[in-house]
C-alpha cells in the first residue's frame, strides 16, 4: 500500500497491558493409532528371546566395565526397531524411576528407530512387559487392558546396540574408511551426575587414544564434545559407547571470501571523516564476532575503543589477519560505504562498534565445539560493559547445510545464549546470523534452482536468532573488461548467493531465513559466472597500508546490514526488549515485487505464501517503517509477560495464562472510511528455551525442542469479545457455559493459523475492508505446548515468558489521522508517555 510523504511519529509503545486470563486449548488431538496386527504368543516369544540375548550381552559388557575400575553408570544400550512404516510407540520406552533413558529416535527407509540406556539390572523392566503382554494382562475388573499391547505390537526387533544405533547425523558424512581420523560430536547424557559421566568418558577416551576437546557445550539433559580419532576406536570400545547418547560429525566453518580489488583512492576516507559525527560511548553497539578487527583504520577508529576488542583466546590477540571480520565492521558502522562515499551530505552515527576475535587466522575446526566458543565470545563484551546496549552479529557459518532445520549443537547454544539460559532471563540477547552462502560459480549457472537447492547453513536454524539472506538490486556493470557480462539476478531478486530452507521439512522447523538485505550480485558470460567489483558492497580493508576499501557480499554482508540496522532502533528506543528489536525488523518487511514474480504463484495460496518464507522471509526489511509511524500507517508496540503453565501438587503440568489485549482502535474512524481496502499486520517474537537433548528422540509429546510456544489470535469482526473468547478458550466455555464461535481459518490472512505458527516468531497480514477491521481490536496471546509442560522432571513449568506485539493497520491517504486519534486515547486512558 503506497504511502505519501508525511511526518513522522514514534510508535506507540505500551508495557504490560495484557489482562491475563486461565487458558486451555480448544484444539484436539487423535491419540488413535493403527497398530501391526501380530500373534500374540509368537510375537511376544520372538521378543523375550531377543530380549534374553541382550541380557547375555549385557552381562558381559557390565563385567568388562567393573574390571576396568568403573564403578557408576553400569549398563548397556539397546536399541528398539519398528516395522517399516509403523511408528514405534518410542515415549514408553523410557522409564525415569528405573534410571531408563531414552537417548535417540532415527528413522530410516521408514522404520523407526530407537535407542535406550538400561542400567544394570534393569533389564528386568521390559522382561515384564513382555510376559504381561504374553499373559494378555488386564486389570481386576477386566475392564482395561495391561497387556501394552500398544507398544509391544510396534516392536520387531530387539538388539544390542552399536556404533550406528547412536549416529544421528546424515549417513552421507560418516566415513567410508574406519581409521579415518577426524573430529566427532559427541552427546553424552545428563544421568543426574553430569562430572561422573563426563569423567568417565574422558577416562575411557584417554585410555584409547582418543583427543578431546578442552571445551564442552552443557545443555539441560545433554553434554557435546569434540573428540578427534577413527570409528574403529569407537567401535572397539564398548565402555566409550556406553556413556555417549549421540554421535555426528563436528562441522568445518565457511572458507572466508576472498576480497575484490578495491578503489585505492584515500582521499575518499578524509572527506568521508569530515562530512561524520561519531556516536558517544553510551550509544548501543553491534558485537562483531568474526576473525578479530582491525582498529588503525580511520573509519573504524572512532567508533571502536581499544577496550572493545576482545579474544576468546589472548594469544591470538585482537588483530584481524584474515579480512573479514573488518570488512563486517565496515558495514555493520556505515552500511554500502558507496553510497556515503559517493553522497556529500552529513553522516550521523547512531551507535558503536566492539570486537571479539572467534577465530584466528587459517583456523577450521581445531577440536573445539563452536557452541561453546561462541558463549566463551559473548561473555566477553558483557564483562567490560554489562549493561550497554548491544546487537551481536556474526557471519561465520558451517560449510554445509545437512541439518536441513534440525537444532545442532551450535545453533542451540545461539539459542540459550539469545533467552540467557542457563539463566534466569533478564539478559536476554539479541544475535543476528547469516544465512550462509552458496559460493560456487557453477551452481550459479542454474539461478535461482540453486538457491532453492542449498539449504540454510548452521547455525541459522537457531529459533531464537534473526538470520539473513540477500536479495540485490545491484545489476549495473561499469568495468571496461566485462562488457560481455550479465547481472545472474535481476533488480530486486533474490542474490545468487543466498540460501533457503525449501529443503527442510514443512514442520516443526522454523521458516528461514527471516529476512533479507542487499548481498549483491554476480556476473556471467557465454562461458561462466563470477563476481564482479561493481556488483558487491563496498566496506573497510583490514591491510590500510595497502588499500582502505574493500568489496565484500553474499548473506555475511546482509547480516551486518541487519544488526546496523538493530542497533539504530535501539538508539531510537533504547528500552525495547531484544525480542521487541527483532519484531519490529521483521515487521517492517515488504517483498519487492521482483521477487513475488519469481517465487509466488499467482494463485496466491496459503501454502504459496508459506514457500515464499522458505525463500526470502518476510522480505526487505525497512528502517523507516521500523522506527515511525504516519497518520495512516499505526504501529502499536506492547511488551509484555505471561506463564504459560503450571502445576498444582502431583498432577501433570497444565496450561495456564492467556492474555486478552483490549488496544486502542479507532473504531469510529476505521468504520468511516466503509468499504476501503485496508490491512492489520500482526508480529509476535519470543524467545524460546531450547532443550537439543531431546530433539533425537522425536518432536513430539513430552521430546520437544522448544520450551513452549506462543500464539496470537485476533476477534473477527462477526464475533462479540465473549464470542472470540469461546472460539480461543476451552476454559472459558466451561466456566460461562458457553459454545465455541464457529471454527474454521479466517481467509482474509495471508498465511493463517495452519501456517504461522512456526518457530518462536510470527506474523501475518490481514486484509479487507475498513469497516470490518473496525471491529478487530481484540488480540489474544495463549501457550502452546513445549517441554515446559511436558517434561516435568525438567521444572520449567513455573517460569515466566517475556513477548513482543507489533500491530500496524495501514490505510490509503485519505485525510483520517489515526495516529493522532490512538495516542489521545492510550496518553487519556493510562497516561503513556510517549
Not at 31 to 50: A, E, F, M, W
Not at 713 to 724: D, G, I, Y
Not at 753 to 758: A, E, G, I, Q, V
Request: glycine residues 8%.
Amino acid at each position: 500500500m503506497a504511502e505519501d510523504r508525511q511526518e513522522r511519529h514514534p510508535h506507540i509503545i505500551l508495557s504490560r497491558t495484557g489482562q491475563a486470563e486461565r487458558f486451555r486449548s480448544t484444539a484436539s488431538f487423535s491419540r488413535d493409532k493403527v497398530l501391526p496386527v501380530r500373534d500374540r504368543q509368537s510375537h511376544g516369544t520372538h521378543l523375550r528371546n531377543q530380549l534374553h540375548r541382550v541380557q547375555v550381552d549385557a552381562d558381559a559388557a557390565i563385567q568388562t566395565q567393573r574390571d576396568a575400575g568403573l564403578e557408576g553408570g553400569l549398563g548397556i544400550q539397546v536399541e528398539f526397531a519398528s516395522d517399516p512404516d509403523t511408528e514405534l510407540t518410542f515415549e514408553s520406552l523410557s522409564r525415569s524411576r528405573q534410571g531408563i533413558e531414552l537417548l535417540n529416535v532415527r528413522r530410516e527407509a521408514g522404520t523407526t528407530l530407537a535407542t535406550i540406556f538400561v542400567p544394570e539390572g534393569k533389564l528386568t523392566t521390559f522382561e515384564r512387559l513382555i510376559e504381561d503382554y504374553l499373559a494378555d494382562r488386564r486389570s481386576e475388573d477386566g475392564s482395561r487392558s495391561l497387556d501394552n499391547k500398544a507398544l509391544i505390537n510396534t516392536i520387531r526387533e530387539i538388539r544390542t546396540a552399536t556404533f550406528e544405533a547412536l549416529w544421528t547425523d546424515d549417513r552421507a558424512v560418516l566415513p567410508a574408511d574406519d581409521n579415518l581420523s577426524i573430529w566427532w560430536e559427541i552427546w553424552l547424557p545428563v544421568r543426574g551426575d553430569r562430572a561422573a559421566v563426563l569423567g568417565r568418558f574422558n577416562t575411557v577416551a584417554e585410555q584409547i587414544g582418543l583427543q578431546v576437546s578442552s571445551r564442552a557445550i552443557r545443555f539441560l539433559e545433554r553434554t557435546i564434545l569434540q573428540v578427534r580419532g577413527t570409528k574403529r576406536q569407537f567401535v572397539q570400545s564398548m565402555r566409550l559407547l556406553n556413556e555417549v547418547a549421540e554421535i555426528r560429525r563436528a562441522k568445518e566453518t565457511a572458507e572466508f571470501f576472498d576480497a575484490l580489488n578495491p578503489v585505492d583512492q584515500h582521499e575518499w576516507v578524509k572527506d568521508l571523516l569530515g562530512r561524520t559525527t561519531f556516536a558517544a560511548a553510551d550509544a548501543p553497539h553491534v558485537c562483531i564476532l568474526d576473525t578479530g578487527v582491525n582498529r588503525g583504520h580511520p573509519l573504524l577508529r572512532p567508533a571502536l575503543a581499544a577496550e572493545d576488542l576482545h579474544s576468546i583466546e589472548p594469544a591470538w590477540g585482537q588483530a584481524d589477519t584474515e579480512g573479514h571480520g573488518t570488512q563486517m565492521a565496515g558495514i555493520a558502522l556505515y552500511g554500502d560505504l558507496t553510497e556515503a562515499l559517493a553522497s556529500a551530505h552529513p553522516v550521523e552515527l547512531r551507535h558503536r562498534l566492539e570486537s571479539v576475535k572467534l577465530l584466528p587466522h587459517n583456523y577450521a575446526n581445531q577440536g573445539e565445539p563452536y557452541g561453546q566458543l561462541t558463549i566463551e565470545a559473548v561473555a566477553r563484551p558483557e564483562v567490560t560493559a554489562p549493561h550497554r546496549g548491544r546487537v551481536f552479529s556474526m557471519a561465520i557459518t558451517a560449510k554445509d547445510s545437512r541439518d536441513r532445520g534440525r537444532p545442532s549443537s551450535w545453533s542451540a547454544a545461539i539459542d540459550a545464549l539469545a533467552c540467557d539460559a542457563p539463566g534466569e532471563g533478564q539478559t536476554p540477547h539479541l544475535i543476528i546470523l547469516a544465512a550462509g552462502n552458496i559460493d560456487e560459480p557453477e551452481a550459479w549457472k542454474t539461478y535461482p534452482a540453486s538457491n532453492q537447492t542449498d539449504g540454510v547453513h548452521d547455525p541459522g536454524q537457531a529459533w531464537n536468532a534473526l538470520t539473513v539472506g540477500a536479495y540485490t538490486q545491484k545489476i549495473n556493470i561499469p568495468e571496461p573488461d566485462a562488457e560481455g557480462y550479465q547481472p545472474i539476478a535481476p533488480h530486486g531478486g533474490l542474490s545468487p548467493f543466498s540460501s533457503t530452507s525449501l529443503t527442510w521439512p514443512r514442520s516443526p522447523w522454523p521458516y528461514k531465513p527471516d529476512v533479507v538485505f542487499e548481498g549483491g550480485n554476480a556476473g556471467r558470460d557465454a562461458i561462466s559466472p563470477c563476481t564482479l567489483p561493481s556488483l558487491g558492497l563496498l566496506t573497510t580493508h583490514h591491510l590500510l597500508n595497502d588499500r582502505p576499501f574493500s568489496v565484500t557480499n553474499a548473506t555475511s554482508a546482509a547480516s551486518a546490514q541487519c544488526a546496523r540496522m538493530a542497533a539504530e532502533i535501539l538508539a531510537v528506543y533504547p528500552g525495547l526488549w531484544s525480542e521487541t528489536v527483532r519484531a519490529l525488523i521483521v515487521h517492517s518487511a515488504e517483498w519487492t515485487e521482483q521477487i513475488r514474480a519469481d517465487f509466488l504463484d499467482r494463485r496466491r495460496r496459503k501454502e504459496d505464501y508459506a514457500r515464499l518464507l522458505r525463500v526470502v522471509g518476510f522480505g526487505v526489511p525497512s528502517l523507516e517503517r521500523a522506527l515511525w509511524s504516519i497518520s495512516n500507517s499505526l504501529t502499536l508496540v506492547v511488551q509484555d509477560e505471561l506463564q504459560p503453565f503450571q502445576r498444582e501438587g502431583s498432577k501433570d503440568p497444565t496450561a495456564r495464562d492467556m492474555h486478552i489485549h483490549l488496544l486502542p482502535w479507532p473504531r469510529e474512524e476505521l468504520a468511516s472510511l466503509g468499504e476501503t481496502e485496508v490491512e492489520l499486520r500482526v508480529t509476535l517474537s519470543y524467545f524460546i528455551e531450547p532443550s537439543p537433548g531431546v530433539v533425537e528422540r522425536g518432536v513430539k509429546g513430552r521430546y520437544r525442542y522448544e520450551s513452549h510456544g506462543l500464539r496470537f489470535e485476533v476477534k473477527r469482526s462477526t464475533e462479540s469479545e465473549e464470542q472470540f473468547r469461546h472460539r480461543i478458550n476451552l476454559r472459558a466455555r466451561e466456566d460461562e457455559g458457553g459454545e465455541g464461535a464457529g471454527g474454521g481459518s479466517d481467509p482474509n490472512w495471508r498465511l493463517g493459523t495452519n501456517f504461522r505458527h512456526l518457530g518462536s516468531l510470527h506474523s501475518d497480514t490481514w486484509t479487507g475492508t475498513a469497516v470490518e477491521l473496525a471491529e478487530r481490536g481484540m488480540l489474544a496471546v495463549h501457550p502452546a505446548l513445549g517441554w515446559w509442560k511436558t517434561a516435568k522432571k525438567l521444572g520449567g513449568y513455573e517460569k515466566r515468558a517475556r513477548y513482543a506485539l507489533a500491530v500496524t493497520i495501514r490505510t490509503p491517504p485519505v485525510g483520517v489521522d489515526l495516529y493522532g486519534v490512538v495516542l489521545g486515547r492510550v496518553v487519556a486512558k493510562v497516561g503513556v508517555e510517549v
